[in-house]
């Protein structure tokens, strides 16, 4: 019997040895799949669909070629993101840039480079906005809402309540301003709404209310402008299996509640009906991830707890630490050992926050084993950092049964290269 965890089916310790650890592995086989059940559940089904890939979850350049090859979107929210979009080639016309306090270097280069949509924050946004556009641009925006709906997740990845950064609250005016000035602006080719309610979602009531305000708005900016919006952008936050506690419903279970809402008010309110999007990050990349790690020290407090110590830590995953995001995990080495004691997984950053996994069930745990992580393949290799100096993660990719190096480790060489001392 193979001893070893394999991740669609290539041995995960043969990947530690080969390319040491900490690691982040991705498999293009489950993107993929996700990319597919998307298209077959969602854009198939509906006409004037579309699907943007919100890469903050997971860009790097072998990631954006999977989007582009798919013919999906890709949205963006920096002049980083949205360079390693446009150096993978894809389209602009395909990128949708979002951000609540974008710059005016990044709003003049996503102007001059044609990008497909503009997401305008606030009103400040649209008037800098439509200042940069001049005689030379004519931009494309959506106007990103905040439609005052709680969604049921920690409030650090909820986005859509009356307190947020992000967007125009339904209780302001400034939505108001916003609307008319989009209207009558002669280089803003006012396109529709975005809202995002919140991340990590595994019930569709928020999306579903907010898709009902939304659709009041058009139909109220139909009948004091006669002006027909387009494109409604509703955004993501569709569940995913991080611990065998998680229930994450199937992605029609949102989108057909959302279609459902759509087609019967546009009958209602008699107005045309927009295409819709959806962005789709966490959906697509998380479950195709894992992160492999090799255990250092071991240390037993006896009647309290007893703690692993691992390679890694919260500079390479800051989710626990960030809004305490459960894990699951397995020695790798010892897949098919009897779990026999309960552990706790600390990484080894100096701080006390730093436990990647508290109280986990493992085989006996010795130096030198080898852990896999589940589901860390978004906002993982994206939230990584250098805290402590410490070297950021190679990132491999595998595709039918290969494995292939697609982000180097970083050297201590690199760490220091913008250090002019």
């Not at 293009?28 to 089904?45: A, G, S």
């Not at 299996?241 to 459902?260: C, G, N, S, V």
């Amino acid at each position: 019997m193979q001893e070893n965890f394999e991740f669609c089916s290539v041995d995960s310790v043969y990947l530690a040895q080969k390319y040491s650890t900490p690691l982040y592995v991705m498999s293009q086989d489950i993107i993929e799949e996700k990319i597919d059940y998307i298209k077959v559940n969602f854009l198939d089904k509906y006409p004037r669909t579309y699907a943007y890939y919100a890469s903050k979850a997971f860009l790097t350049k072998a990631m954006a070629k999977i989007i582009k090859k798919s013919e999906m979107g890709i949205d963006v929210v920096s002049y980083g993101e949205l360079y390693t979009a446009l150096d993978a080639g894809i389209n602009p016309d395909k990128i949708m840039f979002h951000g609540n306090n974008k710059s005016k270097d990044e709003l003049e280069f996503a102007l001059e480079r044609g990008i497909g949509r503009i997401v305008v924050d606030g009103i400040s946004e649209l008037k800098l906005l439509i200042e940069l556009a001049g005689e030379r641009f004519t931009a494309k925006i959506l106007l990103r809402i905040s439609p005052n709906v709680e969604a049921h997740t920690h409030k650090y990845i909820s986005t859509g309540q009356l307190d947020s950064k992000f967007g125009l609250s339904f209780a302001s005016k400034d939505l108001d301003e916003a609307i008319e000035l989009a209207i009558k602006s002669e280089h803003i080719d006012f396109k529709g709404f975005h809202f995002h309610v919140g991340s990590q979602l595994f019930d569709n009531e928020a999306h579903v209310e907010s898709t009902k305000k939304a659709m009041e708005l058009i139909k109220e900016i139909k009948d004091k402008y006669d002006y027909e919006i387009e494109d409604l952008n509703v955004g993501g936050g569709f569940g995913v299996r991080y611990t065998a506690e998680d229930e994450p419903m199937p992605l029609e279970y949102f989108t057909d509640a959302i279609m459902e809402e759509v087609i019967a008010l546009i009958d209602k309110y008699e107005i045309i009906r927009p295409n819709i999007f959806i962005e789709p990050g966490r959906y697509i990349v998380a479950e195709a991830g894992i992160t492999l790690y090799t255990v250092g020290s071991v240390k037993n407090i006896e009647s309290v707890r007893k703690y692993i110590c691992i390679d890694g830590g919260m500079a390479d995953n800051p989710r626990p630490a960030l809004y305490q995001a459960k894990y699951s995990a397995c020695i790798a080495n010892k897949m098919y050992d009897e779990d026999t004691e309960l552990v706790t997984v600390a990484g080894k950053c100096c701080e006390s926050g730093d436990i990647l996994i508290w109280d986990i069930n493992l085989p006996k745990v010795e130096r030198g084993d080898i852990l896999a992580v589940m589901g860390t393949g978004a906002y993982n290799y994206s939230m990584s950092s250098n805290y402590n100096k410490l070297a950021k993660p190679a990132v491999v990719m595998i595709h039918d049964k290969e494995d292939r190096l697609i982000v180097q480790r970083e050297s201590y060489e690199d760490l220091l290269k913008n250090d002019l001392g």
